[in-house]
T-cell receptor
Framework: DAGITQSPRYKITETGRQVTLMCHQTWSHSYMFWYRQDLGHGLRLIYYSAAADITDKGEVPDGYVVSRSKTENFPLTLESATRSQTSVYFC???????????FGQGTRLTVV | GQQVMQIPQYQHVQEGEDFTTYCNSSTTLSNIQWYKQRPGGHPVFLIQLVKSGEVKKQKRLTFQFGEAKKNSSLHITATQTTDVGTYFCAGPSGYALNFGKGTSLLVTP
């Protein structure tokens, strides 16, 4: 199906473990983003990508790594998970720079 | 950097009452977007405003962009239970969007 999909939808991991959240879009949008959503903070940008092999930091990048070897995929890796990274993570894509963003359904990550 | 502030943080209304959320930016915006997120869901694009003083309507929703392009509002007339959710404004920031913290609307029948 066309669209933007995230996996897994739910994940529980232990402190110190590495975990990767997947994001796949079928529109061939150039721009992709990772946001985290926490109560009282709204949506905060972690990383974004303007094209394959072009990524840059957002507002809260510490502890996260991204890659974009293919236009359609934009995985987010937590190198060593901490409890403060417990959050809902949204991947989004956009056809135009600063254009309408299409969000995935989110991944709820709990770090114990 | 650019800050986008939204008020109120929460609003509880009776079905049929009107609702307004306000968005203010610390800098002039080239455009502003509005999104709605239903409980347990993901943000969904509602509209983009580009012109100074622009007003757009979508059924019971009215969106305004200020003359100075530093503020915006979303007004819902005669709320319904289907309007429940969090409404976010977002301004462009670099290649991405900078979201306000949102206004959560609760509508009781």
């Amino acid at each position: 199906d066309a669209g933007i999909t995230q996996s897994p939808r739910y994940k529980i991991t232990e402190t110190g473990r590495q975990v990767t959240l997947m994001c796949h879009q079928t529109w061939s949008h150039s721009y992709m983003f990772w946001y985290r959503q926490d109560l009282g903070h709204g949506l905060r940008l972690i990383y974004y990508s303007a094209a394959a092999d072009i990524t840059d930091k957002g507002e809260v990048p510490d502890g996260y790594v991204v890659s974009r070897s293919k236009t359609e995929n934009f995985p987010l890796t937590l190198e060593s998970a901490t409890r403060s990274q417990t959050s809902v993570y949204f991947c989004a894509s956009s056809e135009r720079v600063r254009g309408e963003a299409f969000f995935g359904q989110g991944t709820r990550l709990t770090v114990v | 950097g650019q800050q986008v502030m939204q008020i109120p943080q929460y609003q509880h209304v009776q079905e049929g009452e009107d609702f307004t959320t306000y968005c203010n930016s610390s800098t002039t915006l080239s455009n502003i977007q509005w999104y709605k997120q239903r409980p347990g869901g993901h943000p969904v694009f509602l509209i983009q405003l580009v012109k100074s003083g622009e007003v757009k309507k979508q059924k019971r929703l009215t969106f305004q962009f200020g003359e100075a392009k530093k503020n915006s509002s979303l007004h819902i007339t005669a709320t319904q239970t289907t309007d429940v959710g969090t409404y976010f404004c977002a301004g462009p920031s670099g290649y991405a969007l900078n979201f306000g913290k949102g206004t959560s609307l609760l509508v009781t029948p």
